[in-house]
């Protein structure tokens, strides 16, 4: 059973920084592509950015220059560095994976994100 479990969100101040961690189980995590997702009040949920198998990131125009995103594959674990917080951030942000192998999607719990004015 694939698990992803995100931590690391909470309340900051516009202007500053948050790191999430998305720890995975039940799965080859090195062979899988993994994504980060965020869903704002009254909002669909919307791609943050993703990182493949080989490390490649790709972002949306909106995080681009103020989020990164890496992988540790030793500890099964990937990771949301988000600096330069805006209020418009503020959302539930969601990991996500598609296993390599068998094609089934799987979504963390989410973790809340509030940026402060």
């Known amino acids: 059973q694939v698990q992803l479990v995100e931590s690391g969100g909470g309340l900051v101040q516009a202007g500053g920084s948050l790191r999430l961690s998305c720890a995975a189980s039940?799965?080859?995590?090195?062979?899988?592509?993994m994504g980060w997702y965020r869903q704002a009040p009254g909002k669909q949920r919307e791609l943050v950015g993703t990182i493949t198998s080989g490390a490649v990131t790709n972002y949306a125009d909106s995080v681009k220059g103020r989020f990164t995103i890496s992988r540790d594959n030793a500890k099964n674990t990937v990771y949301l560095q988000m600096n330069s917080l805006k209020p418009e951030d503020t959302a539930v942000y969601y990991c996500?994976?598609?296993?390599?192998?068998?094609?089934?999607?799987?979504w963390g719990q989410g973790t809340q994100v509030t940026v402060s004015s």
């Open positions: 039940g799965t080859f995590f090195s062979f899988n592509n």
């Open positions: 996500n994976t598609i296993v390599f192998d068998t094609r089934r999607e799987y």
